[in-house]
């Protein structure tokens, strides 16, 4: 996150802090005889002779903005405000622009006229999502601010890695590291002393649209979040490799709660695997793959039926779908369901079949 926050200092929190913080006049003359015969940067209030670049590979001249300001760069409390501000807004764009994208081109709209499809429910995963996202930052916050001082593995140059073949298989290993984790987490969520306090709001979607990908209780999202966290205090990560992995774990979730379910991998834990896990609950609790799922006693193959519009989407289907949902649900939740289904989605059910 080094290179992202120096990015982020250059074109936003550099004239930000000098802004709201400014560092006075007095203090800056100071500071600028004191030093000016020091070879080092040692405050962002003093004109460098040398700067030390996040990355040798993508580099973020300082304005005059980085040296205005009573916070320096360098000051450990606003890095852990800038962090949290990235994490929290880059991580709200991101999630509303591709779960929009989704929404809007992939995402079957004929969904909402599933039986168990909420009143409302595009706003009230969007309005769980904006109240988790603050709460979640707090607690990845200390794990970026970590990255920043330089307490993981995360090297620039890929002739860093232990060895070369290792800046190929950093992705793999990640991938394994992280679905192992997270399969645990997420199925440890499943208990009945931790659901109904932490993973219910997650399940209130029986069928989820991409918006409710992040509609998680804080505490939720965080838990299955801190495997990615973790790897790279364990092994080695390039850290652009850990910038588009992290990226692309928020696109790949906004996937699997898309409902289009165009694979049929064995592999892979797509979009028809994870509907059956909200439809079923305690089936497919991997993230990735459906590896830990076979290992563990918990892999439910996707019914052939969600493969054809046609058939995905037809009465029966919903019906037997219903029937079976509510059986588990009863189980899993007790015999009061408070999802409020509405009669619009009923209406419009009639309507189309």
Known sequence: MDVVLELFDTFLFDRLYASLLPASS????????????????????????????ASKFIQFEPSQYAYMSALPRDNIWRQALSLYLITWLFGFVVYFVFASLSYLFIFDHATFTHPKYLKNQVRLEIRQTMISMPVMSIFTVPFFLSEVLGYTKL???PADAPFP??????????????????YWIHRGLHHPLVYKRLHKPHHKW????????????????????????????????QKFAYIALFITINI?????????????????????????????FNFNYGQFT????RLGGSYRKPNAELFSRESKMSKSEWERQCKEMEKVQKTVEGDVDDR??????????????
């Open 165 to 182: 073949l290792y800046n190929i298989l950093q992705i793999p290993l990640f991938i394994l590291f992280t679905d192992f984790f997270i």
């Open 340 to 353: 409020n289904y509405g009669e619009e989605a009923h209406r419009l059910q009639k309507k189309l079949l």
């Open 26 to 53: 007095v203090q800056f003359a100071k500071t600028s005889v004191k030093h000016a015969a020091t070879s080092t940067f040692s405050s962002m209030r003093e004109m460098p002779t040398t700067y030390n670049f």
């Open 252 to 280: 790949w979730t906004i996937m699997i709660h898309d409902g289009e379910y165009v694979s049929e991998s064995p592999i892979l834990n797509g979009a028809a695997h994870h509907t059956m896990h909200h439809l079923y």
């Open 206 to 237: 029986i069928m989820p649209t991409p918006y409710a990908s992040h509609a998680f209780h804080p505490l939720d999202g965080w838990a299955q979040s801190v495997p990615y966290h973790v790897f790279p205090f364990i092994f080695p990560l």
């Open 290 to 293: 459906t590896l830990w799922d």
């Open 155 to 157: 090297y620039d140059s």
